[in-house]
């Protein structure tokens, strides 16, 4: 069975966030249910070094680095209604970008043929010049461009199913044609971007996928997301590096959101990545956490994507699911969507 690269570090804990959704006791759910698994015996945990000012520029304006540094200096702050910084929690964001160079750095090499990073903070809301919805830095572009500059890869495909829109992702890359986003995610919802329309400008026409579901989704939707849309036009794209913003917060308990994903769903998605990436760039996933707000939920779907990931499947719902509802009529949409991006 294949071994999983993994990244956690108490360091990770010291982004502190009082009362909030995104607070350290996520990774604390993480690591319980890793420890009561039989995934854990796959797991290779992999060292790292905090990301350098350098890395950070990569997609974010110096002055964007400079405001966060002067709020954690000042003892933190809210920035919004969203998004708080504790004194460490600069430093901490750039350990989460450093696991983030790293890991895309052990696929690259052959080190390690898939990385699971539970790091925190979250990332893909921030922008280049804004922090926001619980981010500071964006980890996984940082990680892309870093695999485009440094290691001269032209196609990179970032794939999102936290069930919030990666409005800061999307930013960073909508007139690239070098990396290829996609995401699922629930509409109306924070932050209120990622229209089926909003598929890239410029250069990077086409190279933007969203398919923005409405509430009630769950399972089914989201194979079908990834069957009908995600995985043909990634076949198109033909990627060498496949990242992954995994959130788990569709989860059907989660607070923040009101889809209805089971641990099972993750798994089946995790899945069909990992089937993907065999045939298209074996040895070359990696997969950075983001949201997910139900403790037990998260903790057993990051248990089931390891699961997946090391070629021992082990999902278990921690709670019943509710018994099953019909879901949406979502065939409009993925037919927009796939007229739009030729499939």
Do not use: K
Request: proline share 9%; glycine share 10%.
């Amino acid at each position: 069975m294949p071994s999983v690269g993994f990244f956690d570090d108490p360091l990770f804990d010291q982004h502190s966030t009082v009362n909030h959704p995104e607070h350290a006791g996520r990774l604390h759910a993480i690591r319980r249910a890793i420890a009561a698994s039989t995934v854990r015996s796959h797991l290779v945990p992999l060292s790292f070094a905090p990301a350098s000012e350098e890395d950070v520029l990569l997609i974010h304006a110096p002055a964007h680095l400079a405001f966060l540094r002067r709020i954690a200096q000042a003892g933190g702050g809210w920035i919004d209604a969203d998004t708080v910084v504790s004194p460490p929690s600069v430093d901490v964001a750039l350990a989460a970008v450093g696991a983030g160079i790293r890991a895309v750095t052990a696929v690259l090499s052959g080190e390690q043929p898939a990385v699971f990073a539970a790091v925190r903070p979250p990332g893909h809301h921030a922008t280049p010049t804004r922090a926001m919805g619980f981010c500071l830095f964006n980890t996984i572009a940082i990680a892309a461009e870093v695999a485009r500059q440094r290691f001269g890869l032209e196609r990179i495909l970032i794939v999102d199913f936290d069930v919030h829109h990666g409005n800061g992702t999307q930013d960073c890359f909508y007139r690239e044609s070098g990396v290829c986003y996609q995401s699922v995610h629930q509409w109306p919802l924070f932050p209120g971007t990622g229209r089926v329309d909003e598929i890239g400008e410029g250069p990077g026409a086409g190279f933007t996928v969203n398919l923005p579901l409405p509430p009630g989704c769950g399972d089914a939707s989201y194979q079908r997301a990834f069957e009908d849309v995600f995985l043909p036009h990634a076949r198109r794209f033909q990627p060498e590096l496949v990242l992954v913003s995994a959130g788990y917060d569709a989860y059907w308990r989660d607070p923040l959101a009101n889809h209805r994903l089971t641990v099972n769903g993750f798994a089946r998605i995790v899945r069909l990545l990992v089937d993907f990436v065999d045939e298209h760039c074996p040895g070359r996933l990696v997969l950075l956490l983001e949201g997910g707000y139900d403790l037990a939920g998260l903790g057993a779907s990051v248990v089931a994507t390891l699961g997946e990931l090391a070629g021992t499947p082990e999902a278990e719902e921690p709670v019943p699911p509710p018994p099953p509802i019909p879901e949406p009529d979502i065939q409009g949409l993925l037919a927009t969507a796939r007229r739009l991006h030729r499939l």
